[in-house]
């Protein structure tokens, strides 16, 4: 088990950056891919980014490609996401998600359905 709580969100101009920050609970923190969703309202969660148990591959949706970077403190039990040239079409509230994974291989996950454990969501919004 291992429970997620975000921070960081907040309202920023287009241009802006903002770091999302996501702690975990638990002993076993370094064995979970991790990954960063979003959901505007009226729309269905989507993928913004992933990253591996050791932290040593990650992968974006093309929306935030070369804008976003995702990383992990396993010491630190957290997970972020560094926004930069932040836009309106960015604004959702932003959720990170956990799973166990292999830590043989270098594994990360794309879809909700594939994240046992969720965070409550921060809001981000972009102005214009």
């Known amino acids: 088990q291992v429970q997620l709580v975000e921070s960081g969100g907040g309202l920023v101009q287009a241009g802006g950056s903002l770091r999302l920050s996501c702690a975990a609970s638990g002993r076993t923190f370094s064995r979970y891919a991790l990954g960063w969703f979003r959901q505007a309202p009226g729309k269905e969660r989507e993928f913004v980014a992933a990253i591996t148990w050791s932290g040593g591959s990650t992968y974006y949706a093309d929306s935030v490609k070369g804008r976003f970077t995702v990383s992990r403190d396993n010491a630190k039990n957290t997970v972020y996401l560094q926004m930069n040239s932040l836009k309106p079409e960015d604004t959702a509230v932003y959720y990170c998600?956990?799973?166990?994974?292999?830590?043989?291989?270098?594994?990360?996950?794309?879809?909700?359905?594939?994240?046992?454990?969720w965070g409550q969501g921060t809001q981000v919004t972009v102005s214009s």
């Open positions: 998600a956990a799973r166990t994974t292999y830590t043989s291989g270098s594994y990360y996950y794309t879809t909700p359905i594939e994240y046992s454990y």
